[in-house]
């Protein structure tokens, strides 16, 4: 094990080749990062799979930027190199793993050959997955008896609730987005923006909403719980849900432009690339095939 030392860094550490008898398990590590925290790009000659449990992170590859928030895993792929997107990113925290996933039996490389086909990069909603990382970092770290078994199950497990998050993703439309265990206000903040999509919304209402004692209350209390303020996680789901209607074919960017609340097609594609790091046409032509 291997303790990261760096100014960026909170606390954290890394185990390259963790355990003799599961190769296929490269690399896991956890990292409490502050704010300022940036990685530059770097390859794994296997996948690589990072849980966000805390805040929020932009990750970039060479022709994509990525947002993370809290409970999103974020995969790069084989060969890939990746880092930290172009702004440096807030305080957060996140486990990550290294995976031959298709060194490991039928199960594994049936979810490789489904990723390269897929190419999923952000798959929201996986708090179930965090305990599982959580359990495999320990057995790793302690060096239990029988923790070669444990961790294979960990594995296992992985692929299994992974395998689900994608299911769920793909008879959504992939619009599927995560509700995250929030405190009950600001909970009942976050299925009003979901559930209002289609214009931007006053302060003052979901303070209200969310029975806030006041505005900058609720505003720290929800960026807190969040790592977002309440106007950018709302733009977040607003291009989100603009992206995933991109794919229709009778949608065209001004259509998705006035159907989720922005003043302007270019406001919207200026605040699209932003986000995802390409023009929502370049993503509509591509992910029309």
Request: proline fraction near 6%; hydrophobic fraction near 35%.
């Amino acid at each position: 094990m291997k303790v990261l030392r760096d100014p960026q860094i909170i606390s954290g550490f890394i185990c390259e080749n963790p355990v003799d008898e599961l190769p296929e398990l490269t690399h896991c590590g956890e990292a409490l990062c502050c704010a300022g925290h940036h990685r530059g790009p770097h390859a794994h000659p296997v996948f690589e799979f990072l849980y966000l449990s805390r805040g929020q992170a932009t990750w970039r590859t060479q022709d994509e930027t990525a947002v993370q928030h809290m409970g999103d895993l974020y995969i790069a792929y084989p060969g890939e190199k990746h880092g930290t997107g172009p702004k440096r990113n807030p305080e957060n925290q996140h486990l990550w793993m290294g995976v031959d996933l298709d060194s490991l039996g039928r199960e594994g490389r049936r979810l490789a050959a489904r990723l390269r086909a897929d190419r999923p990069r952000l798959v929201p909603g996986c708090q179930e997955i965090e305990p599982v990382l959580r359990t495999l970092v320990r057995q790793v770290v302690a060096a239990r008896a029988r923790r070669t078994e444990v961790i294979l199950s960990c594995l296992r497990l992985f692929i299994t609730l992974l395998d689900q998050r994608l299911d769920a993703a793909a008879g959504a439309g992939g619009a599927e987005t995560p509700r995250l265990p929030y405190s009950h206000g600001v909970q009942k903040a976050v299925d009003y923006l979901h559930q209002n999509l289609q214009r931007r919304l006053p302060l003052a209402d979901l303070a209200g909403v969310a029975t806030a004692r006041s505005i900058p209350h609720f505003c720290t209390r929800f960026r807190r719980e969040v790592g977002l303020t309440p106007a950018a996680c709302h733009l977040q789901l607003r291009l989100t849900a603009a992206r995933e209607a991109l794919r229709q074919p009778t949608i065209d960017v001004t259509t998705a432009a006035q159907q989720y609340g922005f003043s302007s097609s270019q406001h919207f594609s200026t605040q699209f690339k932003q986000a995802f790091g390409v023009t929502p046409r370049a993503w509509q032509v591509k992910a029309r095939g």
